[in-house]
Structure formats: structure tokens, C-alpha cells
């Protein structure tokens, strides 16, 4: 996850220009709008989270618009969603990949649906102008507590409420605005009583929180369902009776004056195609030991996908 590969897509039959970056958990200068110039007025300008799945999703909705001859330009990753969500409503950028009920919490802290659809009708209500969302895919990430397994025999894990007892001698690592997210550790206390002895800040899901894990420096932390790096380690992900993380269904979150109907028909087209083994299968091949670059993946992808 911390070699970056973004990609400028520009109008249909251009060259496809390559530039490397590496990027760390921050934010980046189109955040702000400051620092690069506007796109132009037909160009769909899409961002992304500085985390590969997002990445991968932003090269596949590029892709796939640009196939069909829109004009698009993906940024460098973003960073967190506190840091891009406002790069959306000053128009700094057009579109991002998103999840649906961490969006809808976002938005709205007080949201208590979480079934998929219901967290889907919810959040279309609340998203406001002059952004919207397109159909939700069918794959889902979400966030989950994770342990290892030697953590969850010695102590008898199974699910998030097991921790109670432990939780006073437990540190927990994740991104740093999982302290402060409703379904973070505010939700854990709430929905599970759960008290920490500490936090340590680290990555949004990335190779940071894996060896943290995996080397002891925290005791339970937040992945993502669709991280391949849970099943290589031998990872626990505890149970959610209470269900404290809402559906988080893969969804485009895009500006309505960029969403024509014929980028809705696009768009929509990749979402009916998007599944939650397929999403695993993708982040498997993005993060295999070649580290292929990511345009690369999602080229491969729509192409099997026939779009």
C-alpha cells in the first residue's frame, strides 16, 4: 500500500501518462484547491483515499469512463475521508469511491440503519448538493475488529463483545480518525462497553497496522474484510453481534453536474459487476509480491468483465 502509482487519464485515443508518488497517510495539496489548476469544465476530476482498494476503484472508474470517451483525471491519493469529503464540496475534485454506511455516518452521526439497503435509502436522503450517489455495488468492505490468532485462543475470542473484560489491558491500533468516528471507538464504547488501556495511530488498513498486529505492539485492531493481508496472517475477525459497522457497500460519490446520463449508465454498468469476492480477489492481486501497478489491475479487470 505505500508505493503509489497515480494515473492521468485524458480524453479517448491520448496517451496515458504515468507518474510516481509516494504518499504516507496525509493529505495532499488538491484538497485545498490551492494548488492545481481547475479541470476543465467536461473533465470528470476523480480522487481517492490513501488506501489501495480506494486507489484501485478510482483507476476503475477511469477507466471504464474513459473507454466510452469521457474525459477523466485521477488524482494522487487524497487522504482520509476528512480530508477529501471537502475536497468534493469546494469542487477541488468531482468524484471519489466511497462506502455507504460510513459515508451515511459521516454525514449524519446520529444514522442508525445498517442494513444494506436500508443505510442505502438513508444515505441518498442526506447526501447533500451538489453531490449524490450512484448505484451501490454489491461488494462490501467494512471495517472490522481483528485479532490474531493466537490472541483469540489464548483469551477465547469470538466476537467484538468478548473483549469487554480484556479491553482495560488491551491497546487498539487503526487510522487516526478511528478515535474519533462514530462507529470508531466512541461505537465500541457505546455499543460494546469497551474501555481500551490505550490507542496507537497508524495506518488506514495498511502494512503499518498488519506488523503492528502481527508483532504485538497493539492487541486488536482495524482492517478491512476485504484485506488479504487477514487470511496471510492467520488473522481473527471478531464478530459484530450488535452490529456497531453498518453495511459499507461500495458506492460513487460524484458531483450531480458531472453525473450525465451517460456517466450514470457507466458507472452504474462497474457497480453491477462489482462483488465482495471480486473486490478480495483484486486487493489479493494488487498487493501480490510483483506489486503490479494498479491501472494495470483495473485494466485487466474490466476487460474480463467485458466493460
Known sequence: MNLRRPLTLVAAGAALVLGLTACGGGGNPVAGGSSQAPAA???????????????LLAQIYAQALQAKGVQVEVTPPIGSREVYYPALTDGSIDMVPEYTGTLLQYIKKDATETAPDAVYTALRS???????????????DKDAVVVTQAFAQQNNLKSIADLAPLAANVTFGGPSEFQTRPDGIPGLKE?????????????????????????????AADLFTTDPSIEANNFVVLEDPQNNFAAQNVVPLINSAKATDQVKQILNAVQAKLTTEGLLELNKTANAPDKPNLDTVAKNWLTQQGL
Open 126 to 140: 442526506v447526501v447533500p448538493a451538489p453531490l449524490t450517489v450512484l448505484d451501490k455495488a454489491a461488494a462490501e
Open 41 to 55: 469544465g467536461d473533465t470528470i476530476r476523480i480522487g481517492s483515499a490513501d488506501f489501495t482498494e480506494s486507489q
Open 191 to 219: 455499543t460494546y462497553g469497551l474501555e481500551f488501556k490505550g490507542y496507537t495511530a497508524l495506518d488506514a488498513g495498511g502494512p503499518v497496522t498488519v506488523k503492528a498486529l502481527a508483532d504485538g505492539q497493539v492487541q
